[in-house]
Nanobody, 121 residues
């Protein structure tokens, strides 16, 4: 059982920045990867950024160079620094954690409730 709580969303103007946080709590033995997804109304949820336990990162082409994903392992928290925001970044942003837990043969995953990011022009 893992709970994820996102924070840091809000309303900003184009060109400004936001920093999202996702804190994990509950029972798990190891975090394998942390991911940020986003979903705009009427559109499919898409992967924005990901970081593995080994430190490898991946970004969607639309955010590469503007967004940075990072983690604080001691706090079981992942961050998404979003710079030079545009109206196209408006969406609900979701944190997804992939992890291992004692007593389970397979890797598990958990989703946060999401945080709204709105960028005005």
């Amino acid at each position: 059982q893992v709970q994820l709580v996102e924070s840091g969303g809000g309303l900003v103007q184009a060109g400004e920045s936001l920093r999202l946080s996702c804190a994990a709590s509950g029972s798990f033995s190891k975090i394998n990867a942390m991911n940020w997804y986003r979903q705009a109304p009427g559109k499919q949820r898409e992967l924005v950024a990901a970081v593995t336990s080994g430190g490898s990162t991946n970004y969607a082409d639309s955010v590469k160079g503007r967004f940075t994903i990072s983690s604080d392992n001691a706090k079981n928290t992942v961050y998404l620094q979003m710079n030079n925001l545009t109206p196209g970044d408006t969406a609900v942003y979701y944190c997804k954690m992939e992890y291992s837990s004692a007593g389970y043969y397979y890797a598990l995953s958990s989703w946060g409730q999401g945080t709204q990011v709105t960028v005005s022009s």
